[in-house]
């Protein structure tokens, strides 16, 4: 399978993924899954800012629409797109990326995953949270919500790359 | 222009990532507001026929508490028939009506998507304008106030529920039948407050609020929860009443949408007082 099906094909499996099952699972106290930011830090190293933004403008809008929320996953996306070269040059070996692997846990190892993915899911969360609640004198709550949202969020995306990636390297 | 076009292309990742934040946030903002199409919301058709699929399979998850709840109103309903009762006059004698005019009629439908934890939750329902739904329609449950239409398509809706930032229902506290308006500050979808309950008023804990029915949108007295807690709001002489919900709106299924016969009759007459420098937010 090429690079191309293989991200069309998770562009699919996010969405339905995170629309059909992730946003119904409402747990309270703030806890808010969102996975979908998992499919724009998988997509390969090489890929330009403009496109990536494109590309998480366009699942962002989808998120929207199934969730009511009319444009503001799309805006925390395109934030994180946005900041997605900057720190993977920030934590990038020397030498640059090697462009046959892929930034998932399995390829750069745990320790790069964690730094780099959790500061985007911050970023994302952040500025999600921010844009939704827009009262800096609820800013505790804001801070709140986006610690009990992207701990979770992140060992959940942790789980699903041994779902998705190992079955996508077999075929 | 040589300069510009340098100058574009030097700034060109940010400008790209300027001009997507703007549109995302223009779309959030209007369409938080007003919404002028259905297209970018659960109303839409594409959408709203995903989502059924999906209730069809979740809708069975509460089954049998949603089919107790219609029992129990169904045994409150007929309960009221003259069959159900016991006649004390012999003779009865049958009066044409011209008392009582039918002024609301309900549309029932069904929730197929919902959220409860955001900022801003909105219901889906499987009725629209087909069925003569029209935004700014009241929507209630069995057990208390749901929210008002906010967009409708040919066969789906979406309501603002009352677990949004600026709903402004208009309630009363029972007994003293005290007026303020309904709002939610976003934390627990169980507890709301409502604003302008001047402090000098006497509250008494677990008194029940229901719908004012000011403007039409709601009938008078469905019922929206009770008191919990009072609590007084630093520097204004103002009370914060905390309501506790009487709908638990993390399982509503069964609603109704409010059509009120007479609401134009009735905005015609109150489009005529001349406008307030205040912007008049009450529903």
């Given at each position: 399978m090429n690079n191309l099906t293989k991200n069309i094909i998770r562009f699919i499996v996010f969405a339905v993924l995170q629309t059909l099952i992730f946003n119904q699972l409402e747990i309270g106290y703030?806890?808010?899954?969102?996975?979908?930011?998992?499919?724009?830090?998988?997509?390969?190293?090489?890929?330009?800012?403009?496109?990536?933004?494109?590309l998480a403008f366009l699942m962002g809008i989808i998120i929207d629409i199934f969730s009511n929320t009319y444009g503001l996953h799309a805006s925390s996306l395109v934030m994180m797109a946005y900041f997605r070269p900057l720190?993977?040059?920030?934590?990038?070996?020397?030498?640059g990326y090697d462009p046959l692997k892929e930034p998932n846990v399995f390829d750069m190892g745990n320790r790069w995953f964690t730094y780099v993915f959790g500061i985007l899911l911050l970023i994302h969360h952040l500025w999600y949270f921010l844009v939704?609640?827009?009262?800096?004198?609820?800013?505790?709550?804001?801070?709140?919500?986006?610690?009990?949202?992207?701990v979770p969020s992140f060992l959940i995306c942790l789980l699903l790359q041994s779902f998705l990636i190992k079955k996508s390297k077999t075929k | 222009?040589?300069?510009?076009?340098?100058?574009?292309?030097?700034?060109?990742?940010?400008?790209?990532?300027?001009?997507?934040?703007?549109?995302?946030?223009v779309i959030y903002v209007q369409f938080l507001s007003f919404p002028r199409s259905q297209y970018l919301t659960t109303a839409s058709n594409v959408t709203?026929?995903?989502?059924?699929?999906?209730?069809?399979?979740?809708?069975?998850?509460?089954?049998?508490?949603?089919?107790?709840?219609?029992?129990?109103?169904?045994?409150?309903?007929r309960e009221r028939l003259p069959e159900f009762m016991y006649t004390l006059s012999a003779g009865k004698v049958k009066v044409e009506d011209t008392i009582f005019k039918q002024q609301y009629t309900y549309i029932p439908g069904m929730v197929i998507?919902?959220?409860?934890?955001?900022?801003?939750?909105?219901?889906?329902?499987?009725?629209?304008?087909?069925?003569?739904?029209?935004?700014?329609?009241?929507?209630?449950?069995?057990?208390?106030?749901?929210?008002?239409?906010?967009?409708?398509s040919e066969h789906y809706c979406v309501v603002k529920s009352v677990l949004t930032k600026d709903i402004n229902v208009d309630v009363i506290i029972e007994p003293i039948h005290l007026a303020g308006i309904l709002k939610w500050d976003g934390h627990?979808?169980?507890?709301?407050?409502?604003?302008?309950?001047?402090?000098?008023?006497?509250?008494?804990?677990?008194?029940?609020?229901?719908?004012?029915?000011?403007?039409?949108?709601?009938?008078?007295?469905?019922?929206?929860?009770?008191?919990?807690?009072?609590?007084?709001?630093?520097?204004?002489?103002?009370?914060?009443?905390?309501?506790?919900?009487?709908?638990?709106?993390?399982?509503?299924?069964?609603?109704?949408?409010?059509?009120?016969?007479?609401?134009?009759?009735?905005?015609?007459?109150?489009?005529q007082i001349p406008p307030d420098e205040e912007e008049d937010v009450l529903r």
């Amino acid at each position: 399978m090429n690079n191309l099906t293989k991200n069309i094909i998770r562009f699919i499996v996010f969405a339905v993924l995170q629309t059909l099952i992730f946003n119904q699972l409402e747990i309270g106290y703030g806890f808010h899954l969102m996975i979908h930011p998992l499919f724009i830090m998988l997509l390969p190293f090489e890929m330009g800012v403009i496109s990536l933004m494109g590309l998480a403008f366009l699942m962002g809008i989808i998120i929207d629409i199934f969730s009511n929320t009319y444009g503001l996953h799309a805006s925390s996306l395109v934030m994180m797109a946005y900041f997605r070269p900057l720190v993977f040059k920030f934590y990038g070996p020397r030498e640059g990326y090697d462009p046959l692997k892929e930034p998932n846990v399995f390829d750069m190892g745990n320790r790069w995953f964690t730094y780099v993915f959790g500061i985007l899911l911050l970023i994302h969360h952040l500025w999600y949270f921010l844009v939704e609640i827009f009262q800096f004198n609820q800013i505790l709550f804001i801070l709140q919500k986006t610690i009990f949202s992207a701990v979770p969020s992140f060992l959940i995306c942790l789980l699903l790359q041994s779902f998705l990636i190992k079955k996508s390297k077999t075929k | 222009m040589r300069n510009l076009i340098a100058f574009l292309r030097r700034f060109q990742i940010f400008l790209v990532f300027a001009s997507l934040q703007i549109i995302s946030l223009v779309i959030y903002v209007q369409f938080l507001s007003f919404p002028r199409s259905q297209y970018l919301t659960t109303a839409s058709n594409v959408t709203a026929k995903v989502l059924t699929w999906e209730n069809d399979v979740t809708k069975h998850f509460d089954l049998s508490k949603n089919n107790y709840a219609l029992q129990r109103e169904n045994i409150r309903l007929r309960e009221r028939l003259p069959e159900f009762m016991y006649t004390l006059s012999a003779g009865k004698v049958k009066v044409e009506d011209t008392i009582f005019k039918q002024q609301y009629t309900y549309i029932p439908g069904m929730v197929i998507n919902s959220s409860v934890t955001r900022r801003n939750n909105y219901f889906t329902l499987n009725i629209g304008s087909k069925q003569g739904v029209k935004p700014n329609m009241g929507v209630f449950s069995d057990k208390g106030v749901v929210g008002i239409v906010h967009n409708t398509s040919e066969h789906y809706c979406v309501v603002k529920s009352v677990l949004t930032k600026d709903i402004n229902v208009d309630v009363i506290i029972e007994p003293i039948h005290l007026a303020g308006i309904l709002k939610w500050d976003g934390h627990d979808p169980r507890r709301g407050s409502i604003d302008g309950i001047s402090n000098d008023l006497r509250i008494k804990k677990w008194s029940r609020v229901i719908t004012r029915g000011g403007s039409g949108i709601f009938p008078k007295g469905i019922p929206v929860g009770k008191v919990e807690r009072i609590e007084s709001i630093e520097g204004e002489p103002l009370w914060n009443v905390v309501v506790r919900y009487s709908e638990d709106y993390r399982t509503l299924q069964r609603v109704y949408v409010v059509k009120n016969v007479m609401i134009e009759e009735q905005q015609a007459l109150e489009g005529q007082i001349p406008p307030d420098e205040e912007e008049d937010v009450l529903r």
